[in-house]
């Protein structure tokens, strides 16, 4: 039963990515619930400024083409705007009069110090939440690119030896010995293990972004918070309202006075107001611990792949067994287990590997595993990341042969075979959601993927 590459995401990243967006939702509605009794018009009439900031917001997370910086900016400058029109409507001004303020409003920042305190805190707590989401969407993409590589035809008759000639023998209760198994899983996964080294770095950064979450980017209070600096940077104006209109006054001229009648909205509404911030800090500190748990669970799964597919899917039987099946007849298996990766298999007994060809499926997501690792090492510092949409499923299809004699009768010949290798992808999967549960020595929803190295084998029963 193979499994969807997207629930190995969803294992680790789905939990955390739910409650970041939790929090902003929560933010969003604690504005949209307290501004109107606290500022009335200020905000009933600006609305759409407010609702735009957290659209951006949230399409920055999901991995649009924002700048984040410039869309805080933005937002500034925009509530700056209406507000300082709505504060002082015995005049009439203009754009051209606004732009003139814009450009002093960082020398008289009537908002305060709290727009470039935002700037900074959110910038790097968002460049963290995003950054790890994005580490497994580039580690779903891989696992789902390599689960397409083809088997050889090699591996294949190494497989249905290694699993039907007992059957075939009149064995079919004696278990494959463990060694024997081994080295037919390593020959056919020589490739994938080379992923190794990459992969485990790029866990680790994981690990390191997910400390930075919960430590010191303190993602739960930042983006929890965004509703109350927004409301303390409007009382900031409120409260130097007029010292705040001299000073634009007096560097862009008196605008001319309006003809409509002033407001008394803002003096009735005027006052700093302490809106309630629920923090849920031990919550998000669960999380990163159970995320950690799992990536430290995952550095080394392409290595231990053998033993887990050898244990719970062919069912060998325990090393110390001398009765089980060693590819010839019921005995033991004399071989030595080779090492893991492609040029440790040039002595491979099971399966004919040719180790001067390396997959370039899979060396190319080997490159995108080092340029993922090094994006969060900058995001790990503050650096914002270009997000990268995972490419869409693909689907193949093969077919297997019978059990011949020459498979069954003797060990595999060494001359090289001039059968094209067949392609056994994983299906595609209809949903995104977890089915199951996770084990923390190998979650069971990632470990069933790779048994697309056994789907060949159920080819051969069609």
């Given amino acids: 039963h ?11 990243v789905s939990p955390m990515g739910s409650y970041f967006q939790d929090l902003l939702n929560k ?23 407010f609702k735009d900031l957290y659209s951006e917001l949230r399409r920055y997370y999901r991995g649009s083409n924002i700048n984040l910086e410039e869309a805080l900016n933005e937002f500034w400058t925009r509530l700056l705007e209406r507000l300082f029109k709505l504060m002082n409507p015995q005049y009439h001004i203009t754009d051209e009069y606004l ?105 680790d950064s994981l690990v390191v972004v997910a400390d930075r979450i919960d430590g010191p980017y303190n993602v739960d209070t930042v983006i929890g918070t965004i509703h109350m600096r927004i409301s303390e940077a409007i009382s900031n104006l409120q409260e130097n309202k007029d010292s705040i209109t001299a000073k634009v006054f007096q560097g862009c001229g008196n605008p001319k006075i309006s003809t409509k009648g002033s407001s008394s909205e803002d003096k009735k509404r005027r006052g700093k107001v302490a809106l309630e911030a629920k923090s849920s800090a031990v919550a998000l500190e669960m999380l990163v611990l159970d995320a950690k748990g799992n990536l430290t669970a995952l550095k080394s799964y392409w290595v231990t792949l053998p033993s887990v597919l050898c244990s719970k899917r062919v069912m060998a039987s325990s090393a110390a067994d001398d009765k089980c099946w060693n590819g010839m007849t019921k005995g033991s298996y004399l071989p030595e287990v080779m090492g893991d990766g492609l040029a440790n298999q040039i002595n491979n007994p099971e399966v004919e590997v040719d180790i001067t060809k390396p997959d370039m499926t899979i060396r190319q997501q080997i490159m995108q595993l080092k340029i993922m690792t090094n994006r969060l090492g900058n995001a790990n ?3 914002d990341v270009d997000f990268q949409d995972a490419s869409d499923d693909m689907s193949g299809s093969g077919s297997g042969d019978s059990c011949p004699d020459d498979v069954c009768g003797k060990r595999l010949s060494k001359s090289p075979s001039t059968r094209q290798p067949e392609t056994h992808a994983i299906p595609k999967q209809s949903g995104h959601g977890i089915s199951g549960t996770s084990s923390r020595s190998l979650p069971s929803a990632f470990l069933l993927f790779l048994s697309v190295a056994f789907i060949a084998v159920q080819h051969l029963w069609r």
């Fill in 27 to 49: 933010s969003e509605k604690a504005l949209y619930d307290a501004f109107p009794s606290l500022y009335g018009e200020l905000y009933t009439q600006n609305m759409k400024v």
């Fill in 381 to 383: 510092i503050g650096n």
């Fill in 99 to 203: 732009d003139c303020m814009v450009k002093h409003a960082e020398q008289h920042k009537p908002f305060g110090e709290v727009p470039r305190d935002l700037k900074v805190k959110a910038t790097r707590a968002f460049i963290a939440a995003r950054s790890y989401a994005q580490g497994f969407l580039v580690g779903s993409d891989v696992v789902k690119k390599v689960s397409q590589v083809s088997l050889s035809h090699e591996c294949t008759r190494a497989i249905m030896k290694l699993m039907y000639c007992p059957h075939c023998r009149g064995m079919s209760s004696v278990k494959p010995c463990n060694n024997y198994c081994l080295n037919v899983v390593k020959g056919c996964l020589a490739n994938q293990a080379d992923l190794n080294t990459e992969w485990k770095y790029l866990m």
């Fill in 2 to 12: 193979p499994e969807s590459h997207w629930e190995f995401m969803q294992l680790c």
